[in-house]
């Protein structure tokens, strides 16, 4: 059992490239989350998806996309890179079980580390 | 505006020293206050949750504890392994993301 696996671990863009981070998770989750880690910041939300072919907007969506058509696969798609999303990127999944308002604990993967030069 | 804090930003202890890490919140409708671990480089790794006021829980040397504004970590007796940057979230039913809102964390150093 993995968890939640993320790739690549390291990348480095030019400004206006675009790119895919991938995240996976094996535990058969319904949610899952993009996050991203600033120095000295909290994390911040940034998409979530509640299911495949349904996703929404957390709190920094701006120049970012995502899309889950499985249950297993959540990507992150960066269109046109700016510096200002250099940052450590986090995926997370978590559970909400029938009858529950709220979800079971988020686990998180391992992070893609994103410079943009 | 949901809020959480975390204090001290670092705190660096002998190994045996104990202490407590704190957490304040201003969230209407908390479902839940999460701790996780953070090791440098790595994601967050899932320590515990706590649901109400008045709910604790143990795990070797860490105990968290709940009232209705804010969340302790002790941490008794600690050792080296046990440095790392602990990072508190809440879950409220305030917003329809479901996601976590994150203090900045206390980075705590054990030093043997």
């Known amino acids: 059992n993995a968890g939640v696996t993320q790739t690549p671990k390291f990348r480095i863009l030019k400004i206006g490239q675009s790119m895919t981070l991938q995240c996976t998770q094996d535990m058969n989750h319904n949610y899952m989350y993009w996050y991203r880690q600033d120095p000295g910041m909290g994390l911040k939300l940034i998409y979530y998806?509640?299911?495949?072919?349904?996703?929404d907007k957390g709190e920094v969506p701006n120049g970012y996309n995502v899309s889950r058509s499985t249950t297993e696969d959540f990507p992150l798609r960066l269109e046109l890179a700016a510096p200002s999303q250099t940052s450590v990127y986090f995926c997370?999944?978590?559970?909400?079980?029938?009858?529950?308002?709220?979800?079971?604990?988020?686990?998180f993967g391992p992070g893609t580390r994103l410079t943009v030069l | 505006e949901d809020q959480v804090t975390q204090s001290p930003e670092a705190l660096r202890l002998q190994e045996g020293e104990s202490s407590s890490l704190n957490c304040s919140y201003t969230v209407s409708g908390l479902r839940g206050l999460f701790w996780y671990r953070q090791d440098p480089g790595k994601g967050p790794e899932f320590l515990f949750t706590l649901y109400s006021a008045g709910e604790e829980k143990e795990k070797e040397r860490l105990k968290a504890t709940l009232t209705k504004k804010e969340s302790f970590l002790h941490i008794t007796a600690p050792k080296p392994e046990d440095s790392a940057t602990y990072l508190c979230a809440a879950l409220y039913s305030g917003g329809g993301a479901d996601g976590l809102t994150f203090g900045k964390g206390t980075h705590l150093i054990i030093q043997p």
């Open positions: 997370a999944s978590s559970y909400l079980r029938a009858g529950q308002t709220y979800t079971d604990t988020q686990y």
């Open positions: 998806s509640v299911g495949a072919g349904i996703t």
